[in-house]
């Protein structure tokens, strides 16, 4: 079983993931790791954190000559700006955030809980979805995630191979799949920054060359549908999730929606054994498994909840009505979460793997793959 947790605060001294269930014997590539990290410091409308910050991780357990151990991997990333020490509590909770329900729950300061709410712990679990990415390689997956609208602009996905799809994303400021409408969205972000307001968006994340039947239909906490959404659902910010056609679904006919199945003996060999759908509606999954097509999945991101022009709320001191308080914050983060995203689905599908193939070694996990597909293709 492979997991993570994580621990830190936004300006603690550092941010820690501790990763369980990884296999042995996979030979990392720590500056792959760090490239994730600096895209998702990255994204136009970021605020003035990231030119404190040059995040990059150190493993710090669980390898020898930098290869995996099969034994627990611990890493962070230490936090430049680590003041908490020095910080003051806030009063005036700011509404979207957990100041206010955090600080009554927990019978707490504000401070002790925003420092652990704010999406800077995403570091971490964009880290552990990156070091996950490097077992995913070694079977042939590759993942991908973008922007797909922002702040109401919506910008389609492109329907190229995916190698194209990297290219155009890395062009663009935003990382959508169309630099082109860079210049209009970053129009909009000035304008609405200069507002003193925020912006939200949808990423969408693609996974191609995924093994047949990752996941499971035989119970609910092991549908990788299931599992997936509840990753990306933890995302700060992150208030809906869909796969596939996701919400549209439920506006169409049965006959408008589910993927017809052909079989193509040439394609045998290749991971989807051979089983052709003309349509990918379901978004690369049946019942809680990977059906042999891309994995689809996309993420609502709300705008962020720290305003320059703060909101109505309250003084908890005096119970008064104020405006919230207002800490340096982004104007928009939705390429940031396209990353992210794309990291914790990383993860969620590796969990998937080693469920299917085992976590002991990766000789192991290969080995059980190739017997699967043997086994899969004399059927
Ligand atoms: C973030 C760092 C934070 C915020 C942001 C995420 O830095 P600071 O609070 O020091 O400016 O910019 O946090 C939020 C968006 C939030 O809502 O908490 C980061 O590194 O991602």
Redesign the pocket.
């Known amino acids: 079983m492979l997991r993570y947790w994580t621990a830190g605060e ?2 603690g001294k550092t941010l820690l993931a501790m990763i369980d269930g990884f296999p042995a014997g996979v030979e990392l590539e720590t500056d792959s790791i760090d490239v994730e990290l600096r895209r ?2 990255g994204g136009y409308g ?5 030119r404190i ?1 040059t995040d990059r991780v150190e493993i710090l357990t669980g390898i020898w000559k930098n290869t995996t151990l099969g034994s627990p991997i611990a890493l962070q990333v230490v936090n430049k ?1 680590y003041k908490l020490e020095r910080l003051d509590d806030i009063e005036r909770p700011r509404p979207g ?1 957990g100041d206010l329900t955090g600080s009554v729950k927990y019978m707490s300061s504000v401070r002790g809980i ?1 420092e652990r ?4 712990e ?2 971490v679990r964009v880290a552990a979805g990156a070091l996950a990415k490097q077992l995913l390689r070694q079977f042939g997956i590759t993942t991908i995630g973008y922007v797909v609208e922002l702040g109401g602009i919506e910008v389609e996905p492109r329907d190229v191979p995916i190698e194209e799809q990297f290219k155009l994303r890395d062009k663009s400021e935003l990382y959508t799949l169309d630099p082109d409408r860079d210049a209009e969205i970053k129009t909009l972000i000035d304008d609405t920054g200069k507002e003193g307001d925020t912006l939200g968006g949808i990423v969408e994340v693609r996974v191609e060359g995924l093994p047949f039947g990752l996941g499971t239909h035989a119970q609910w906490d092991r549908k990788l549908d299931g599992r997936i959404a509840q990753a990306v659902m933890a995302v ?2 992150i208030k809906g999730v869909e796969i596939g056609l996701g919400f549209e679904a439920a506006r169409r006919r049965g006959s408008q929606v589910h993927d017809p199945i052909q079989y193509d003996e040439s394609q045998k060999e290749s991971p989807n054994l051979g089983y052709v759908r003309p349509t990918n509606n379901a978004g690369g999954l049946e019942a809680g498994m990977t059906n042999g097509q891309p994995l689809v999945v996309r993420a609502a991101k709300k705008p ?3 305003l320059a022009k703060p909101l109505e709320s309250i003084n908890l001191k005096t119970k008064e009505s104020e405006s919230a308080e207002y ?4 104007v928009c ?1 939705v390429s ?1 979460a396209s990353v992210i995203v794309e990291n914790v689905v990383a993860f969620e599908v590796a969990c998937a793997l080693v469920d299917k193939f085992g976590s002991d070694s990766l000789e192991e996990m290969k080995a059980r793959a190739d017997l699967f597909y043997e086994m899969a293709r004399a059927k």
Do not use: K, P, W, Y
Not at 46 to 50: A, D, F, I, T
């Open positions: 936004s300006h998702r410091q970021r605020g003035g954190r990231q910050e700006d955030h925003l709410a704010s999406a800077r995403t570091v700060q910010a962020i909840s720290t800490e340096r914050s982004d983060a940031a």
